[in-house]
């Protein structure tokens, strides 16, 4: 491990280690369908992909919901619950900025879960993507426009 990468002990029973695949789950306060507004899933998925180019991680699949986002990587340095604070406080600080509200966009917290390396992680991402499908909110994956894997 690099100085940059090391494990951290989050909240009993979780636990932040670099070079671990995780999915995470994290909803809007009061599961308001922010981002049903695609301009505003957008600021969001900037955000995401801030933290990706900052080194921080690599994604892999992730879809942004109309209240909540499902999303799949690999942490390369930190801790996974600063990479998720990032996230949710910046998108959370760009979207209160641009609807020029107050208040948390986010619930606090996250649902996390590691991945084996024996797991398939393709298909653990066709279950993210498939999101919109199960919800009724397209008939075809590529018609949601708030989504990527890499293995497209």
Request: a positive charge; charged letters at 25%.
């Amino acid at each position: 491990m690099n100085g940059k990468c090391r494990a951290f002990s989050l909240r009993t029973g979780r636990f932040s280690q670099c070079g671990q695949i995780y999915t995470v789950t994290t909803v809007t306060e009061g599961r308001i369908a922010h981002f049903e507004d695609l301009g505003l899933g957008r600021l969001l998925v900037k955000e995401m992909r801030a933290v990706e180019q900052a080194g921080r991680l690599s994604s892999l699949a992730w879809v942004v919901m109309p209240d909540h986002l499902h999303w799949l990587f690999e942490l390369r340095s930190g801790s996974l619950g600063d990479v998720v604070g990032r996230v949710k406080a910046r998108s959370g600080y760009a979207i209160n900025t641009r609807l020029a509200l107050q208040g948390p966009l986010w619930q606090k917290g996250y649902y996390d879960r590691a991945l084996r390396k024996e797991e398939d992680l393709r298909q653990a991402a066709r279950y993210i993507i498939a999101n919109p499908l199960r919800a009724g909110l397209v008939q075809r994956v590529a018609d949601y426009p708030l989504w990527d894997a890499v293995w497209l």
